[in-house]
């Protein structure tokens, strides 16, 4: 089995991007428009898919013309390992080939309870042990194994976590046993700090970093039900406080990170050119070498 | 326990409130039989119990998807009740339940809540019954052809060993209804297009109205087969013969042994290797 180091040497670095979901030129934001008016502000495109609805014309319109994409998957549960079947595998390697991605990744838990199946959808976080941890684990070597693909497994929003693990310690957990890297969603590990009243940073010092190839940045609404307060991941424009926070400590610490996707796609797009800007800034597409100065 | 185990039980909270009440209000005998660790049910009810109603149109979404399955159905039983609490009640009915905890299909479960109301005498109309049977057996059709994929039927073989054993192919079934069910449907498809067209007018004292159903006629039968269409399951009328053979062969069958049920009558023995032969050539049949 290739080992984490292996596998995150030879992928690409692809900078800031912009998510999407089928058909949501119609809706929002069409990645080809933004990247024709934008093309220094977006670098890739990353698409959100399951095999119900499969691609859509732009993410093939993208595709074709030969920028990169990543791969986001919306219908498995890592944590249920009867979830992981040989049609899942099989097809979405086949769709993830079709746009030539870069890597597979998704948040980690569960897209939908019990059979996938239509009225069955709902996120839910995994239930924060070491049991599921472990499961996740196997299945990120399964789908690794089987599609040939990197495979990064995303912190869930919710508000309802169960499990005697911070989220940090449960996802450190999945990729030490997976020997695989993983993606930090910035705006849920705030969501999560906030349900436990915990800093946005907490376990962050403990948290292997290097691990982290891709972040996700995405605008949380502050909401309530019945004097109950928690954050809502809206993807609203403007992310909270807390969210850039954990962005800010986290960027310069993840030596392996390769992408920074702004989760903004319903929104419209002059709304969000001031925060591709900021994180172009943070995390430029190119490595610019410095030559140091003449002694 | 295991984290499969808490997850269904976060799934069942999520969607009734009045299992949430339960849960908090007698936890040990309402966990009883999930076999949770002191620590899991501690920190089940730590969580502040106005967080399981964040979402308060998690119910009112995932009922669009069920009403799309069995809308002639649940359409006639909204005209009756005049209650969206009737249907919302199946989030707390044990079908709701029993499918979370056996990762069963919600739409099926759904099904049998529907016929489940008839016999409790919740909704009385008399098309009801037959109607969700015939949505649910579509449900069915569709979940084993997305389950098992179509069945591509190759040449027929001149000759068929009496020993082979058949089957309905996948996403094929028959059932038998009382006669006016096709028309009833019409009739439902008709009222929704209609309310289609400005779905504010049901505000309406003027509205059209859901009324002038056929008549449940239970003394005359008609037969239905269900099959993969161009556009998801279609139905076709059978006759009674064909119907009766088919309807054995819902189950894996020795042809030897389904024709022998059918000797009684030399006609209709031969009638049913016909059928056999019929059905085995259009794809409807399978020799497993």
């Known amino acids: 089995m290739a080992t984490f180091s292996w596998k995150v040497e030879r992928l690409p670095r692809l900078g800031v991007g912009l998510s999407g979901e089928f058909d949501i030129a119609a809706k929002g934001i069409d990645a080809c428009w933004m990247k024709e008016r934008y093309p220094e502000l977006i670098h890739f495109y990353e698409y959100g898919a399951d095999l119900e609805r499969g691609l859509d014309d732009g993410v093939r319109r993208w595709a074709a013309a030969g920028l990169p994409v990543t791969y986001h998957f919306l219908d498995i549960n890592l944590e249920e390992r009867v979830d992981l079947d040989h049609h899942w595998l099989t097809q979405t390697k086949e769709l993830a080939a079709e746009i030539n991605a870069s890597w597979l990744c998704g948040d980690a838990g569960r897209w939908h309870f019990g059979l996938r199946e239509r009225g069955h959808g709902m996120l839910m976080p995994p239930i924060l042990c070491r049991e599921s941890a472990l499961e996740t684990a196997e299945s990120i070597v399964r789908i690794e194994s089987e599609t040939g693909m990197v495979c990064l497994p995303e912190n869930p929003p919710a508000v309802i976590y169960l499990g005697d693990l911070h989220i940090l310690d449960y996802f450190a957990l999945v990729a030490e046993q997976a020997d695989c890297g993983v993606l930090l969603d910035c705006a849920h590990l705030a969501i999560f700090q906030q349900t436990r009243n915990l800093p946005p940073l907490a376990a962050l010092d403990n948290f292997p970093l290097d691990r982290v190839v891709e972040m996700h940045v995405a605008g949380g609404a502050h909401a309530e039900v019945d004097g109950y307060a928690y954050i809502e991941d809206s993807h609203s424009p403007e992310p909270l406080p807390a969210t850039w926070e954990i962005l800010e400590y986290a960027v310069p610490r993840a030596k392996n990170l390769k992408a920074i996707v702004f989760e903004c796609e319903r929104n419209a797009p002059e709304e969000t050119l001031e925060i591709f800007a900021r994180l172009n800034s943070i995390f430029p597409a190119k490595v610019e070498l410095k030559a140091e100065s003449a002694q | ?288």
């Open chain 2, 1 to 288: 326990m295991s984290h499969h185990t808490l997850q269904k039980l976060v799934v069942r909270m999520l969607f009734d409130e009045e299992f949430v009440e339960e849960v908090y209000a007698a936890p040990d005998r309402t966990l009883a039989r999930l076999d949770l660790t002191e620590a899991e049910q501690r920190q089940l009810l730590s969580i502040d119990r106005r967080a399981w109603r964040h979402d308060t149109l998690r119910r009112r979404r995932t009922l669009r998807t069920l009403v799309e399955e069995f809308k002639v159905s649940t359409t006639i039983i909204l005209a009756e009740t005049r209650s969206l609490a009737s249907l919302e009640g199946f989030f707390s009915s044990q079908f709701f339940h029993r499918s979370v905890q056996e990762r069963a299909s919600m739409g099926l479960a759904f099904a049998e809540f529907l016929l489940d109301g008839c016999r409790q005498g919740m909704w009385k109309a008399p098309q009801i019954p037959d109607v969700v049977r015939l949505e649910a057996a579509i449900a069915e059709c569709r979940r084993t052809l997305a389950r098992e994929g179509n069945y591509e039927a190759g040449e027929t073989p001149a000759t068929i060993s009496d020993r082979a054993r058949v089957k309905l192919a996948p996403g094929y079934d028959v059932a038998g209804f009382q006669a006016n069910v096709i028309e009833t449907i019409q009739r439902v498809e008709q009222y929704l297009f209609e309310l289609s067209l400005m779905p504010a007018m049901a505000l309406c004292d003027d509205a059209p109205r859901l009324s002038g159903l056929p008549e449940a006629d239970q003394q005359k039968k008609v037969y239905l087969l269900f099959g993969p269409g161009a556009a998801g399951i279609s139905i076709t009328n059978l006759e009674k013969s064909d119907f009766l053979v088919l309807y054995e062969t819902k189950r894996e069958v020795e042809i030897k042994s389904l024709l022998s049920r059918f000797e009684t009558a030399r006609v209709r023995a031969r009638r049913a290797q016909d059928i056999i032969a019929e059905w085995l050539e259009n794809g409807a049949l399978m020799i497993v």
